[in-house]
């Protein structure tokens, strides 16, 4: 069965600071995919990234960056310089093979105070 | 914005009733998906139509069904309407699950069950 844990449930930062949200997962998959998604107040989940189990490349974009660990089944997410507007509550996801359903974790709700 | 819209966006019903939630697809997109979020959780996989037929259902009773139509748009049908079942349900569409595509959400409808 496959499972994500995020053990962050909340975290509350300063604008400027660094902040690292966790993802732990579990598949017996050799193939999969994994996301992050935002979901601010009004419900939406926002695509944020994808990687695929084949490319641990880690990647940049502006001030996020990931960093995936196949070797401790993790896949980090790093908010650089965060601003008010990163508040939300963000979402780690597994992609199985099959390419239907997507396991989602129970989310990190990210306060950025001014 | 995805392109993904849900309608409606807010629904009150009572206990024993039927509902009927509608996604559009993203132009070019032959697969949907549908999850329930109760609050505070992360998004559960309902079930995923693939050109008009389910693909992959999650643990959710007979009682959630659904349609997609050939211009695969999509319906969610909920029977015998049970507290618990008031949740965001949100709808997603990908280009084709065979291969893998990311799933992008519409804003959700939110549903109230009294």
Redo the contacts between chains.
Sequence with gaps: AQKVTQAQTEISVVEKEDVTLDCVYETRDTTYYLFWYKQPPSGELVFLIRRNSFDEQNEISGRYSWNFQKSTSSFNFTITASQVVDSAVYFCALGETSGSRLTFGEGTQLTVNP | E?GVTQSPTHLIKTRGQQVTLRCSSQSGHN?V?W?QQALG?????IF?YYREEE??R?NFPPRFSGLQFPNYSSELNVNALELDDSA?Y?C?S?A?????????????T?LLVL
């Design positions: 995805t697969t998906s999850y959780q992360g998004p559960q996989f995923q693909n992959g999650g965001l949100l997603a990908s084709d699950r065979a291969r893998q595509e990311t799933q992008y959400f519409g804003p959700g939110r």
